[in-house]
């Protein structure tokens, strides 16, 4: 006989989360996602996107009207203004410096553009000259870009190409799932077209909504593909002149009708992580964007001066790496792998590995969201100097967790 027994009620251990993300969730947040559900009609429910909208619009500095939320992980928003976006046969430009610049070409490829690539070193970023040359060499409709790589932990400046992008009639996206809110991100003033993101990293909630933001000119883009499913479909929709945006679930045209006031009925919006979102925006809007910032700054660099005071080498150009994950060479006397390990079973601190070229080469650890404090970060360096000098790597222990103190205290002085 089936005995449910063997699977108790849900009671996962304490893990303090100083990966690349996903971080632990403010507990404001899941809070908010423990209210119980309202219809999805219901006056108190639209006027919740509404409330969505407009707090969003301050954390993505936009004026943009379609500033929503895609449902599902960040993927599912990038996946959305992409296949949205991107007509069979558009000629795409993707710099790619990491892992999510390859999944931006994936993605685009499925959506049959021509994809054009520029690349440079994991651990590099490019110029904006390198930029404009391959956009004047390829002539593409959409630049596709990622603000913030996780898997190098680089950010790639943005402030120029949007100027770069207006001048050559291109259409201008950023991936900030990495990097909203802990790093400067600046929607309209740096004519951005289309930004996507997700809560689990410097936004202190869970994975599974993506904050999107699309400026009139994208939105004209995805009106132009306009198509109205049969079923919900009356009179009054007309198609649009370009071709269908080949997808159900991500056409953004019926998106932007389901929390526009035609209140279409696409899909069901994930009330829970609606609240989750909307308290996330809450929680950074209370502090500031400009404070939010600064705080993952802070920290950031204290754990910086942490790693480097314990001895260890950190990966990549650290003039342009995102203030909010931290690229570890894996010392050679070290697995990396046994490392982690340890920190996980005996201090319950988990950090984060590598892929592609990065993989078993360096640890990637992040001081994000609601773990950007001070505790934290001590707390990570602390375990980190022992676990080393468990597994036979000798450095002064305590110096590294001094060093990132004495940000602290300067900070405060
Ligand atoms: C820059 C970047 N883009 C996209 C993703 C994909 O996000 P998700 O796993 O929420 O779909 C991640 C996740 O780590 C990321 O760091």
């Not at 909203?180 to 930004?195: F, H, P």
């Not at 080498?313 to 982690?340: A, W, Y």
């Not at 996980?344 to 988990?350: A, G, N, S, V």
């Not at 592609?356 to 360096?381: E, F, H, S």
Request: negative net charge.
């Amino acid at each position: 006989m089936f005995d449910f027994q063997q699977f108790p009620q849900i009671n996962p251990p304490q893990r303090l989360l100083m990966g690349p993300g996903p971080i632990n969730a403010d507990p404001r947040v899941l809070r908010a996602m423990a209210s119980q559900l309202v219809g999805q009609y219901d006056p108190v429910m639209t006027g919740y996107m509404n409330e969505v909208m407009a707090l969003y619009r301050q954390v993505f500095r936009t004026q943009n009207r379609w500033t929503m939320l895609v449902d599902g992980t960040s993927r599912a928003g990038i996946e959305a203004i992409l296949v949205s976006a991107i007509r069979p046969g558009d000629k795409v430009l993707v710099p790619v410096f990491g892992r999510f610049g390859h999944l931006l070409c994936e993605i685009a490829r499925r959506c049959r553009a021509e994809v054009h690539t520029i690349e440079v070193p994991w651990g590099e970023v490019f110029t904006p000259d390198q930029i404009e040359d391959a956009i004047v060499r390829v002539k593409p409709r959409l630049l596709l870009t990622v603000h913030g790589d996780t898997s190098t932990t680089m950010l790639q400046p943005l402030e120029h190409l949007g100027e770069i992008c207006r001048r050559h009639g291109v259409l201008f996206y950023t991936d900030a799932t990495a990097s909203l809110g802990g790093n400067v991100l600046e929607s309209d003033a740096w004519g951005l077209d289309a930004v996507s993101a997700g809560l689990q990293k410097c936004l202190g909630g869970p994975s599974g909504s993506s904050p999107v933001t699309l400026s009139p000119a994208m939105e004209a883009a995805i009106r132009a593909r306009k198509c109205v499913e049969q079923g919900i479909r009356t009179e009054a929709h007309q198609d649009g002149a370009d071709e269908m945006i080949y997808s159900n679930y991500f056409d953004l045209g019926m998106v932007m009708d389901y929390w526009g006031p035609e209140r279409l009925n696409h899909h069901t919006e994930a009330t829970s992580m609606l609240f989750a979102a909307r308290e996330c925006a809450r929680i950074m809007l209370e502090e500031g964007m400009d404070a939010l910032i600064a705080r993952h700054e802070l920290h950031g660099r204290a754990l910086l001066a942490g790693i480097q005071g314990m001895g260890l080498t950190v990966f990549g150009d650290i003039s342009h790496k995102m203030n909010n994950v931290l690229g570890v060479m894996i010392p050679q006397e070290v697995q990396g792998e046994e490392v982690r390990k340890r920190l996980l079973e005996d201090f319950h601190i988990e950090i984060g590995t590598s892929f592609g070229p990065l993989q078993g080469k360096i640890w990637r650890i992040g001081t994000m969201g609601y773990n950007a404090r001070k505790d934290c970060v001590l707390q990570t360096l602390t375990a980190l100097e022992a676990v080393l000098n468990r597994l036979g790597l000798r450095t002064v222990q305590g110096a590294g967790m001094q060093a990132a103190w004495d940000i602290y205290d300067g900070a405060n002085g």
